[in-house]
């Protein structure tokens, strides 16, 4: 058994209406994703898309690229540039509706393959909890995607706290995925806005949810962070260091890398000793195989990049499975 737990579907009518209800916002909000990643690689991922068009949005397409890899099951969620961060809050609570009922649909015309994540609008807090309770008890989806901030709401915002509480009542994945950098301009050109951008990203965004207690206070939160958890698992010692001489850094309980072995984390890491220092730093029991499916940031092959890290067998079969399993085995079900 093989589980990705890190793939996407592109929704391409949920696009044209966003565009559609908001034009002037769509313009700016894609103005903004082309300061962010020049024209290098806005070209480049132009026609990486439309090459792998089909595997985004046709089921059948789909499995036979999983049949291909030897992957088993994937779960899949949204890709990111449907999160809509700059929606003013009727659009973004239709928005994260929409994209709920549309992944169902696709997971649902292979639902022994196939599992789903919803999404819900960071932006506007208020909103989120009927929008997790759309995702998981309306459409029947096993968690949430969420990005690393959206406008002004960090993952330490308090006014998240009803979401963080949801969430764990409902025992469902919270899937972190950045989607753009605050970084801006500085990453405009060799691909840094993905090379850099994303796991700084990570770094950051799981730091907010460390250093501000979310995990103390939320005991029982399912995270999963993409692309290994960025640059925060490599140099946790800094975080450590900080937490133990600078007050301003002791909001929570314990060292940070403590926290490491409460999140779990992909393998979409790209080198093998990288994997195994992710293994060593979070716990064999915390790490899934991801793929970014189909993208090409992704491993073509993830079930080999596992294997190449050289762990004890029984880890590795952990990664491709048994730790996905586990952490989907108690949560509530529509």
């Known amino acids: 058994m093989s589980i990705d737990v890190h793939a996407h579907v592109l929704l391409p ?22 300061r962010r ?20 949005t046709d089921v059948n397409a789909r499995l036979a690229a999983m049949d291909a890899q030897g992957v088993d099951h994937q779960w899949v969620s949204a890709s990111p540039n449907h999160f809509y961060p700059w929606a003013e809050e009727g659009l973004a609570v239709w ?22 994540l919803g999404l819900v609008p960071l932006q506007h807090p208020s909103r989120i909890v009927e929008c997790v309770d759309d995702a998981i008890l309306g459409r029947g989806l096993a968690g949430i995607e969420i990005s690393s901030f959206a406008g002004d709401v960090e993952l330490s915002d308090e006014r998240l706290e009803p979401f963080w509480s949801r969430v764990e009542e409902l025992g469902v994945v919270v899937f ?42 939320h005991p029982g939160l399912k995270i999963l962070a993409a692309h290994g958890g960025g640059y925060l698992p490599m140099a946790i010692g800094r975080s450590d260091h900080a937490w133990r001489v600078r007050p301003e850094a002791h909001g929570c309980s314990e060292e940070p890398s403590s926290y490491l072995r409460r ?11 990288a994997l195994r220092r992710l ?35 029984e880890v590795t079969e952990r990664i491709l499975s048994g730790n996905a399993q586990a952490l989907l085995a108690e949560r509530v079900r529509a």
């Open 95 to 116: 928005t994260a509706s929409e994209a709920n009922r549309l992944v169902a649909e696709h997971v649902a015309q292979a639902p022994e393959r196939l599992t789903g």
């Open 176 to 217: 972190l995925h950045p989607f753009g950098c605050s970084l801006d301009e500085r990453l405009d050109r060799y691909y840094l806005s993905n090379t850099v951008g994303q796991p700084a990203e990570n770094a950051v965004a799981l730091s907010h949810l460390i250093f501000s207690g979310v995990l103390d206070r």
């Open 279 to 313: 293994v060593d730093v979070a716990g064999p029991s915390q790490v899934l195989m991801g793929s970014d499916f189909p993208f090409d940031m992704g491993p073509e092959d993830p079930i080999a990049e596992v294997r190449a890290a050289g762990l004890p067998a």
């Open 263 to 273: 999140i779990w984390f992909d393998t979409v890491v790209h080198d093998p000793s």
């Open 37 to 56: 990643n020049g024209p290098q690689s806005l070209a480049a991922s132009g026609r990486m898309i439309g090459e792998r068009f089909p595997r985004l």
């Open 13 to 34: 009518s949920l696009q044209a209406e966003v565009e559609r209800r908001a034009p002037e916002a769509f313009k700016v909000a894609g103005e903004l994703e082309a």
